[in-house]
């Protein structure tokens, strides 16, 4: 079973950003920020997604870009 966890603790995961900042990476689809899933009117992602996500961008930064 996935563990979701909520739009502040995505926002503490990822450096702190702001709400503005997520929303804005949200529609941003050169970054490639997973999409949320939504329960009961409330944003949640899959901690994997964020997590994969992180360990990309690391590698992208390391490589330059090359995979």
Same mark, same amino acid.
């Given at each position: 079973?996935?563990?979701?966890?909520?739009?502040?603790?995505?926002?503490?995961?990822?450096g702190?950003?702001?709400?503005m900042?997520?929303?804005?990476? +949200?529609?941003?689809?050169? +970054?490639?920020?997973?999409?949320?899933t939504?329960?009961?009117?409330?944003?949640?992602?899959?901690?994997?997604?964020?997590?994969?996500?992180?360990?990309?961008?690391?590698?992208?930064?390391?490589?330059?870009?090359?995979?």
């Amino acid at each position: 079973m996935p563990q979701y966890i909520s739009a502040r603790q995505v926002r503490d995961r990822v450096g702190k950003i702001s709400a503005m900042t997520l929303w804005r990476w +949200l529609r941003d689809d050169r +970054l490639g920020f997973p999409k949320p899933t939504i329960i009961q009117r409330r944003r949640y992602w899959r901690e994997v997604d964020i997590d994969n996500w992180l360990q990309e961008r690391a590698l992208t930064s390391v490589t330059g870009g090359a995979k």
